[in-house]
């Protein structure tokens, strides 16, 4: 999205309050096939949407949950929905051409915490995160196929670096837009000892778990498919799916040997309510 990821496999969008924004109804006529054009610069379309979805409660886990996060998205009037997927972090393009689009990110980690499974009481804490950090947009085929990478860093000291790395063909048939593509995540040294490692005094206060160390490198492989509909130029519809097969340290470590499963699964839906309004801070 060109705002928009929550995150992750798994990663999520981080809550989007929109303040300040005077705003002008699209056409309430039932069916209506297009909006009205108006010929004011500054003004925008903005697409405010609210993704639910069904996954694993933390990254790696065997036991499944419900979840959900806000996105939205910007545009200009009269362009069509963004090319995107509903896995895209939160970012804005600071650099947009055709081809090439560059610019801050944003999103939220997984974590995990004895509230989800007792059996991780006295782990070393892994809770949600804040990541921020850039990524880099570049379509092989305008319109068509776009490659992308997110590098993150976690806003907590003892966080680390993530790299997401992802490809997506797009197609546009009428109403329906279906995207589909392959998904590679990758963790440094620190982020993979944070979510996968053991160190020897947890494991000493856990009793369940063997100490394990996370060198970190490639996490996880996947491949991510979404299908959306438009009902009218106001409402959207998104499904949404997600394979990931964790690798590396990830699979190796003792909390995914134990209390986990290698291969992760999501799927999710989306609802999109898009609505007029001035931006005079915009290009």
Known sequence: ??????????GLRLPVILCGLSTTAFAAAAGAAELPQKSLVQERVISVSLFSFYGPKYLGAERYGPFAFPAFDIRRLG????????????????LDTPRLKLGPVVSLRQGRNAGVEH??????????????????DYWI??????????LRHGLRGRDGLALDLSADLF???????LSAGPRLGLLN?????????????????????????????????????????DWSPVWRTTFYSRYD??????????????????????????????FRSNLPFLP
Do not use: C, K
């Open 189 to 229: 040294a620190t982020l993979a000892q944070v979510e996968f490692g053991v160190s020897p005094a947890a494991s000493q206060r856990n009793g369940f778990f063997v100490p394990y160390h996370a060198s970190g490198g490639l996490q996880s492989v996947g491949l991510s498919s979404s299908l959306s509909y």
């Open 141 to 150: 085929l305008p319109e068509r196929l776009r490659t992308r990478a997110e």
């Open 171 to 177: 197609t546009r048939q009428g109403a329906f837009t």
């Open 79 to 94: 362009e069509p929905f963004a090319l995107d997927s509903p896995d895209d972090g939160l970012g804005y393009p600071v």
């Open 1 to 10: 999205m060109n705002i928009s990821r929550l995150i992750s496999p798994i």
């Open 119 to 136: 059996r991780f009481t006295g782990l070393d804490p892994d809770p949600w995160a804040i990541e921020a950090g850039a990524f880099a």
């Open 245 to 274: 097969h964790l690798t590396g340290d990830a699979a190796a470590s003792s909390i995914t040997r134990r209390l986990g499963a290698v291969n992760q699964f999501t799927a999710g839906l989306g609802i999109t309510y898009s």
